[in-house]
């Protein structure tokens, strides 16, 4: 295994990304940018990503690296450029430590063959051959290949997919779809052994000492893109990890469980090559993200025709329902009792309504949207305490700094935060306690509670909190 076999069949005009001396990546304007959750990135030409971690404008270049004399030089303490190849029953797996930008994706999903910490790394026999698959499959930097002989197959360790920058959440940029690197000489920038010509990981923190590609250092330099407002309540899509970790799903679901399901198999027979694709898609836009079936696919009226005629029965219906869920497990979706409910809500939901439409004689409404799917009743993230938590720390956390005694107490700055979301929901069928108009009228009342202990329901707050809003409540406001 010392060869990719793709090299063996190189494609014409491959989309390019300029790696600039010292300084930005230049991406072909073809090359789709996108965030974390999988959602369309708006970039003006010519695009300029920040790969020195400065930029106050990330993941665009601000040209912070001049003033920061940003250089892109390999250090020299890099994990050298070895190739490993490990022989299993069905299938060698090859590794390079060199190129591996520590991810964890192996050791998390797959530990019976990646060992973390030990020797050796790799146990093919570990696993059946298709869950190995999926793991080298999903390795973001390419270290990893798969191959019925020693070389690596590039059929079975890469998935052909569009050319794509992926800005990941805290980490490099997931580059995806066989795309070329290149210096401003337009020469091709020299990969490690072994390493895939269909997906690479690029150094967005300025750290790696394998630049330009990601060595892991953005953990070691706890490199951070801005925190989102965490009193927003998150989507469902959100939750889940958006498209990535939907389409991991539907990838599981439509090749582990449907071929060999003698009822589903038939069902799914004459799908197109990109099906995965659609119903994460749709799965997306259900969940309260962005309108990627509608705008790629032709939405409701599309989904609906899919079915019409098709007399889905009971039993395929529930069969669906359970693969899609143990698909879910597989692929590493939150597991809490929140998302589940919703998610499981919705796949029943959205199942019986396909099964409808597809009996004999059904006339769906015409011109129906898409539909919204939202948390179950109140059960949100945050809003009841944990069994698994560090309940201490969750009743008495540090809170938003206090302001000194000659300062004002602010509604937004100081008060909001001390209320979390299960205190909100717990009382959104009276008032908002995260709107100033609503606690200012309900002050006293809430007060009083504060005073004697019974609100929040699961513990009283410390007493400096109580002091915090006792102060706020008595300040001279406005007459209304
Ligand atoms: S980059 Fe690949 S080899 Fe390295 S930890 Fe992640 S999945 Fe494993
Ligand atoms: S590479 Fe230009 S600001 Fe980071």
């Not at 990719?4 to 230049?26: C, F, K, L, M, W």
């Not at 300025?206 to 892991?216: D, E, I, R, T, Y």
């Not at 009226?301 to 669906?320: D, F």
Request: aromatic share 8%; charged share 20%.
């Amino acid at each position: 295994m010392t060869e990719d076999s793709s090299a063996e069949a190189p494609r014409t005009a491959r989309p390019r990304i300029v790696v600039t001396r010292n300084g930005p990546y230049q991406p072909d304007p073809s090359i789709a940018i996108v965030d974390h959750l999988g959602v369309p990135i708006a970039a003006e030409t010519p695009v300029r990503l920040c790969r020195c971690g400065q930029s106050q404008t990330k993941p665009y270049c601000d040209d912070s690296h001049i003033r920061r004399g940003f250089t892109d030089a390999k250090d020299p303490r890099r994990v050298p450029d070895k190739l490993n190849v490990y022989a299993g029953q069905q299938a060698f797996v090859s590794d390079n430590r060199g190129t591996c930008a520590h991810s964890g994706f192996c050791t998390d999903r797959l530990r019976s063959v990646f060992h973390l910490g030990e020797e050796p790394f790799i146990a093919p026999s570990g696993a059946r051959l298709d869950d190995l698959i999926n793991a080298v499959r999903k390795c973001p930097s390419g270290a990893l290949g798969i191959g019925i002989g020693p070389a690596r197959d590039a059929a079975l360790s890469d998935i052909n997919r569009p050319p794509q920058i992926e800005v990941s959440k805290d980490g490099p940029y997931r580059v995806t779809g066989h795309v070329e690197l290149v210096d401003e000489d337009g020469v091709a920038i020299a990969q490690n052994a072994g390493a895939s010509q269909e997906h690479v990981s690029l150094c967005r923190c300025g750290a790696s000492l394998n630049k330009p590609f990601c060595s892991g250092m953005h953990w070691n330099v706890e490199f951070h893109d801005p925190v989102p407002d965490p009193l927003r309540e998150p989507t469902l899509f959100e939750w889940a990890g958006g498209y990535p970790a939907l389409l991991d799903m539907t990838r599981i679901f439509y090749s582990r469980y449907v071929p060999e399901d003698p009822l589903l198999g038939p069902l799914f027979a004459g799908m197109s090559s990109d099906h995965p694709e659609r119903v994460a898609a749709w799965l997306s836009e259900v969940f309260g993200g962005p309108r990627l079936y509608t705008e790629r696919y032709g939405g409701y009226q599309r989904m609906v025709s899919q079915h019409i005629g098709k007399e889905i029965q009971p039993v395929q219906r529930a069969l669906w329902a359970t693969y899609m869920v143990q698909s879910a497990d597989d692929a590493g979706l939150p597991s809490d009792p929140e998302f589940r409910a919703a998610f499981v809500a919705y796949i029943e939901w959205g199942s019986r309504i396909a099964m409808e439409n597809s009996g004999a004689g059904a006339k769906p409404p015409p011109n129906m949207p898409v539909p919204r799917w939202w948390w179950v009743c109140n059960a949100t993230p945050g809003t009841r305490p944990s069994a698994l938590a560090d309940n201490a720390q969750t009743t008495n956390d540090a809170g938003p700094a206090l302001p000194g005694s000659d300062e004002a107490v602010l509604f937004e700055q100081h008060i909001r935060p001390l209320f979390r979301p299960m205190d909100r929901n717990s009382m959104l069928f009276a008032f908002d306690l995260w709107k100033e108009e609503d606690v200012t009228k309900h002050r006293q009342a809430i007060l009083t509670r504060l005073q004697a202990g019974t609100m929040p329901c699961d513990g009283a707050w410390p007493a400096e909190r109580v002091a915090l809003f006792a102060r706020w409540a008595s300040a001279p406001r406005p007459q209304a």
